[in-house]
């Protein structure tokens, strides 16, 4: 064995050993400005104190919440038949159908399991799942505000990553999981 084999990290399990360059780290220091990264090995978790309530049978769960950039990434899951809200956004909104489907009323297309969505900033919809989904779970990236709004679009309410946090605080305090809980998903 040559001297250079002898120094070789140790590769990964599943992966071939090292024996270029290609396989080996970045050598450099990352920023010392860069948050830290954030991995979740479950994003549809099986512990139900980490679904936050929005209200009946209607929960999210946070993966991301960017206070520093204002936008929220989280997983939708919604266990009943109906509107669940209508609203409008001043920013891009992306989400990936995990579980179910739904639709909103002012389109003809239907967010089915597996499929993306891109909405446009300044739309309203009306976001419903229909009585044949007996679950739609989906991953949405929201960017900066959620306005509720009415039929006529006067403003009813608003979500923020803000707001978000302040849910999320309250719910891991009464879930016995403490306020801190969520600052894990803070960035």
Same mark, same amino acid.
């Given at each position: ?33 860069? %948050?830290?990264?954030? %991995? ?34 989280? %997983? ?105 809980? %969520? ?5």
């Amino acid at each position: 064995m040559t001297t250079a084999e002898q120094r070789a990290p140790e590769p990964h399990a599943s992966a071939p050993a090292p024996l270029d360059e290609r396989w080996q780290p970045y050598r450099k220091p990352q920023p010392a400005e860069a %948050v830290p990264e954030l %991995v979740i090995a479950a994003a549809v978790p099986q512990d139900e104190r980490l679904w936050v309530p929005i209200e009946e049978n209607v929960w999210f769960r946070p993966l991301l919440l960017s206070a520093s950039s204002g936008y929220w990434m989280s %997983v939708l899951r919604v266990r009943r038949a109906g509107v669940l809200s209508r609203h409008r956004h001043p920013q891009p909104v992306h989400g990936y159908v995990i579980k179910g489907s739904w639709r909103y009323l002012e389109h003809d297309w239907v967010a089915s399991e597996g499929g993306y969505v891109y909405e446009a900033p300044g739309e309203t919809h009306t976001l419903v799942v229909d009585p044949h989904v007996d679950e739609m779970i989906t991953l949405f990236q929201v960017n900066g505000t959620m306005i509720y709004v009415d039929p006529d679009g006067a403003v009813t309410g608003f979500d923020d990553v803000f707001t978000r946090i302040d849910k999320c605080r309250a719910h891991y305090t009464a879930a016995g999981l403490g306020p801190g809980f %969520v600052d894990q998903f803070i960035r």
